[in-house]
């Protein structure tokens, strides 16, 4: 006996969705009536960077139901909810990964800026999220060594 279990990846898809040309929703929607063509996917020219904000502890122990708040976020930028519930009509952390931030831009530089300048905005004791995603990748572009249209980073 073999299973097979299919889904898109976390954080992955938060980074590759918002450059998607077309919304996935009505892709799904043609899927589920049989009704899609095969054909290549369009993206936006440009780049997508993640940053996943945890709760300080995560994978092991890590406090649960804290008060969460989300700043408003720009046109170029887009947050992901995970670990997320509502108590009384706020949110509160109820996971590990309690939710994600998706930067775009013309460049990873200004996409990578975007996505922190968003995190900036969230709030819930104990955060955690790494500082370093993408900067390699960023550096080097500074440097001129990065030709891609448009690229994602998680």
């Known amino acids: 006996l073999l299973e097979y279990n299919v889904r898109f990846g976390d954080p992955e898809t938060q980074a590759i969705l918002p450059l998607l040309e077309e919304g996935l929703a009505p892709l799904l929607m043609q899927v589920s009536r049989g009704e899609l063509e095969p054909r290549p996917l369009n993206y936006r020219e440009g780049f997508a960077c993640n940053v996943v904000a945890a709760a300080v502890g995560y994978p092991g122990e890590y406090q649960k139901g804290l008060p969460v708040v989300i700043g408003e976020m720009t046109e170029n930028a887009q947050v992901f909810p995970a670990g997320v519930a509502r108590r009384e009509g706020e949110l509160v952390s109820s996971g590990g990964r309690v939710l994600s ?25 104990s955060i955690y999220y790494r500082r370093d995603i993408g900067l390699r990748e960023a550096e080097k572009e500074v440097g001129g060594d990065n030709n891609s249209k448009s690229r994602s980073l998680f």
């Open 101 to 125: 931030v998706t930067g775009m831009g013309g460049s990873l530089t200004e996409a990578r800026r975007r996505a922190y300048q968003a995190m900036e905005g969230v709030r819930f004791e």
